[in-house]
């Protein structure tokens, strides 16, 4: 269990506008921390009142602790010319739960595919450049039930295994909710498993 991966990074929080100019057309580059695909719409459209005049809003994101789902969106521009070179740069980062949009106003001049996958490559660098990049722990949440007389001894294990208490309710019959890194969640769960009158769930 030791080399499970149980970390990820985001962006502490939305970036500052940038700029990048190509043969008359703007890039204006946008970084958002989001966690739910109702975030990323409601930044899109914050954009789009913003930039009510640009023509086109290419975006990618990724989503989840594990870096599960992600989603590239070319918006008009063609075939994998926009969103996948912002995507890459996501990668690049090593970031997840995060979006990053690209908005476009057309300079008079076509840029080619290349011109486009280089400008939206380089929108995305320069916007991902400016954001403070955070390390977060993937967590694990354990309820503890137990009756009043094993406080103290699960206390005290909470305390020496330095152990995050979320939540607790503390009466005849208590419960406990814990937080633990993914990577000591299975020794946690076994430490409580074999603590007398201490029953422990995965939440």
Not at 66 to 85: F, L
Not at 88 to 93: E, M, P, Y
Not at 107 to 119: C, D, E, F, P, S
Not at 141 to 159: A, G, H, T
Request: hydrophobic residues 35%; proline residues 2%; contains cysteine.
């Amino acid at each position: 269990m030791e080399n499970t991966k149980d970390t990820y990074y985001t962006i502490a929080s939305a970036s500052k506008q940038t700029l990048h100019k190509d043969r008359g057309s703007k890039f204006y580059g946008y970084a958002f921390p989001v966690t739910t695909q109702q975030d990323i719409k409601a930044c899109i459209n914050t954009l789009k009142k913003q930039h009510h005049t640009a023509r086109h809003f290419c975006y990618a994101w990724q989503l989840g602790e594990s870096y599960q789902k992600y989603r590239a969106n070319d918006d008009g521009e063609p075939n994998n010319s926009a969103g996948m070179p912002i995507y890459g740069q996501l990668q690049a980062f090593n970031l997840t739960n995060t979006l990053v949009v690209s908005v476009r106003y057309f300079g008079g001049t076509k840029l080619g595919v290349g011109g486009l996958i280089q400008a939206y490559k380089t929108s995305a660098k320069l916007t991902l450049e400016t954001v403070s990049i955070k390390e977060k722990t993937i967590d694990v949440l354990f309820l503890l039930l137990f009756e009043y007389p094993e406080m103290s001894l699960v206390m005290r294990n909470i305390k020496d295994q330095k152990i995050k208490l979320i939540d607790q309710k503390l009466e005849h019959n208590c419960t406990l909710t814990i937080s633990v890194r993914k990577k000591e969640a299975d020794r946690i769960f076994t430490l409580f498993e074999n603590t007398y009158k201490v029953e422990i769930k995965k939440l």
